[in-house]
């Protein structure tokens, strides 16, 4: 069973790690997203619902902006919440990873957005690393959340990009960053 090769695509708030991940699909390469997973299960995983009310009350799993200001206002709050749910995030990864190299004709690549591939260790899980980066000021007027102090907990920009396999500053058109992905899939030979 030959397994695709697995692209993380990461960086800071207001980069584009969504609209990257958008380029790859665009090419036709499968991609998932680490942030709809945690949606996705926090609405549907009757284990994780449970245990985030039980923690910290009824409804907080359905109000996304709620257990935001919960848990970024408390790192011991954070780090239980992270505990529960990044080992279900990277299990879920890695069993759609297997599920696509189980079809008859596997992709040669798969690209998952991870916010905090380098914060928990996530590298190790894929093969390439695209780092997406923006100046600050294009950075703040893309980001729709406020000021609640996430960007401080990510590694800065100029590590993230040390440590890539590929990297990219996302300050122009979507025509530029696809071209900047369809160079990634040619080195990559995809």
Do not use: C, Q
């Amino acid at each position: 069973m030959a397994r695709p090769l697995a692209v993380a695509i990461t960086g800071g708030i207001g980069a584009g790690k969504s609209a990257a991940l958008e380029a790859f699909a665009r090419r036709g390469i499968p991609t998932l997203s680490s942030d709809e997973v945690v949606h996705r299960l926090l609405r549907e995983d009757e284990d994780v619902r449970a245990a985030v009310v039980e923690r910290f009350g009824a409804g907080v799993p359905d109000d996304r902006s709620r257990l935001a200001s919960i848990v970024f206002a408390d790192a011991d709050r954070l780090a239980w919440l992270e505990a529960l749910l990044h080992p279900r995030v990277a299990g879920e990864y890695g069993a759609w990873r297997e599920e696509l190299a189980r079809e008859p004709d596997p992709p040669p690549v798969v690209a998952v957005e991870v916010p905090l591939l380098y914060e928990t260790g996530g590298e190790t899980r894929f093969d390439k690393v695209v780092v997406v980066t923006a100046p600050a000021e294009v950075r703040a007027a893309r980001a729709t959340l406020a000021g609640d102090g996430r960007e401080r907990r990510l590694l800065p920009d100029d590590e993230k990009v040390r440590r890539a396999d590929f990297a990219y500053v996302n300050d122009g058109s979507l025509d530029e960053l696809d071209a900047f992905v369809g160079g990634v899939l040619d080195r990559l030979g995809a």
